[in-house]
């Protein structure tokens, strides 16, 4: 029997059905987390042999030992994951030090968690990046604003989602910036006009795509975080043909292979310096799935279960599993804060038939996601932008 050994199988919560479909292909899965066992749900319980609890994950020593422990008991560990971002470089130097070959490896990090250091194999995959210049001083940052004009991007260049990620429109902002002070390596962009999208796939150990699909983020989600805005994107019931080559191609030029991955692009809304309005540009390389409830999502939007299509890559590198009809499964993050024009009773009238799930965001992701999730399934863009007015708009 082969051991996975899943780090934070309770957070987030979604993440039992990664260690159930495990656990039903015949894997023995060990979990290490930090909740009390009696605070785990019983579903996550029920989908592993045995519970590990540290006192905190933050703690090397601590999941060392625990790995160390399950090594005792059980013999080798052949996967190590916890498909989260947060994690990865934990991941990677608990693989390293157990000599756990079925991912990767410290060495590996620098250019899958450095966005400075991912656009040289974007470059392989023949894919258009943004400039940039690594924050130093005033007078060199200016230089390169001259080069590419405002606005400009600044984030941590081995950052987690949009914290910490500002738009600077002029001096004032680049002087303000820089007076805070920077406590660690700062990359700053070139702006890039248009709205995010994706390509997220599961790939073999061969680097082949078995599975794929996509979504939007209509509005910026630096804006949303640092504005506190209703947070929207969706699972698009369509990839376009384009796209899908180019997350292939950078699927390849990074050497993933036996992960599921999360690629992020700008498709521009107008003509740039970059490429022509409707062209697609690199942001970032993410090596996990697309985050919080997004999993479930994919489910919905595309009449399957990719918690099992990825539990199969793990235990046959392959999948028998089928892909129904196609939808679009779309996401309102709202906020406790705001005054919607439609209140949660009038938004479930209009479309509780609509609507797969709806529930609390967990504390840990409501900067970024909302207080108040919806996810709703529609068919037609017309039904989709519709269900975003009136989740978005807000008594002034």
């Known amino acids: 029997m082969k051991?996975?050994?899943?780090?934070?199988p309770n957070f987030p919560d979604n993440h039992w059905n990664f260690c159930r479909k495990l656990k039903d292909n015949g894997l023995r899965v060990l979990g290490?987390?930090?909740?009390?066992y009696d605070e785990l749900t019983q579903e996550l319980k029920d989908s592993m042999h045995e519970y590990y609890k540290v006192s905190s994950l933050e703690n090397y020593d601590e999941v060392y030992r625990a790995v160390a422990f399950f090594i005792f008991k059980y013999g080798p560990i052949d996967w190590l994951e916890t498909n989260n971002e947060y994690w990865l470089e934990r991941d990677a130097r608990l693989r390293t030090a157990f000599h756990i070959t079925s991912g990767f490896q410290e060495k590996d990090m620098p250019v899958v968690k450095f966005k400075s250091k991912m656009k040289k194999n974007y470059a392989k995959a023949d894919v258009p990046v943004a400039r940039f210049h690594m924050v130093d001083n005033f007078e060199n940052c200016r230089k390169f604003i001259d080069e590419v004009g405002y606005p400009v991007i600044v984030k941590p260049d081995n950052g987690v989602g949009a914290a910490h990620t500002y738009r600077l429109k002029n001096d004032d902002d680049l002087r303000n910036f820089l007076a805070e002070g920077v406590s660690e390596p700062y990359i700053m962009e070139e702006y890039i006009f248009g709205e995010v999208v994706t390509f997220d796939s599961i790939t073999n150990s061969k680097g082949e795509v078995i599975f794929y699909t996509g979504n939007v983020t209509?509005?910026?989600?630096?804006?949303?975080?640092?504005?506190?805005?209703?947070?929207?994107?969706?699972?698009?019931?369509?990839?376009?043909?384009?796209?899908?080559?180019?997350?292939?191609?950078?699927?390849?030029?990074?050497g993933v292979k036996s992960r599921m991955c999360h690629f992020e692009y700008f498709c521009l809304d107008r003509d740039q310096h970059i490429g022509k309005k409707g062209d697609f540009v690199a942001l970032e390389v993410n090596m996990r799935p697309s985050g919080g409830i997004s999993p479930t999502m994919m489910n919905y939007a595309n009449e399957t279960d990719i918690y099992e299509i990825w539990a199969d890559m793990i235990a046959y590198d392959q999948t028998d599993k089928g892909q129904?009809?196609?939808?679009?499964?779309?996401?309102?993050?709202?906020?406790?804060?705001?005054?919607y024009v439609l209140n949660h009773d009038q938004y479930m009238e209009?479309?509780?038939?609509?609507?797969?799930i709806q529930q609390r965001v967990p504390d840990a992701l409501s900067n970024t996601m909302g207080n108040i999730m919806y996810i709703g399934v529609f068919d037609t863009d017309e039904e989709v932008k519709q269900f975003i007015i009136d989740g978005c708009n807000c008594i002034a």
């Open 218 to 254: 209509p509005n910026s989600l630096m804006d949303i975080v640092n504005n506190e805005d209703t947070c929207v994107f969706y699972i698009r019931s369509h990839v376009p043909e384009k796209l899908v080559e180019m997350g292939k191609a950078t699927l390849k030029a990074f």
């Open 32 to 36: 290490i987390g930090d909740a009390p």
């Open 3 to 8: 051991n996975f050994v899943y780090l934070s």
């Open 350 to 356: 209009k479309y509780g038939e609509h609507i797969r």
């Open 324 to 339: 129904g009809n196609k939808h679009n499964c779309i996401f309102i993050g709202r906020r406790d804060n705001r005054n």
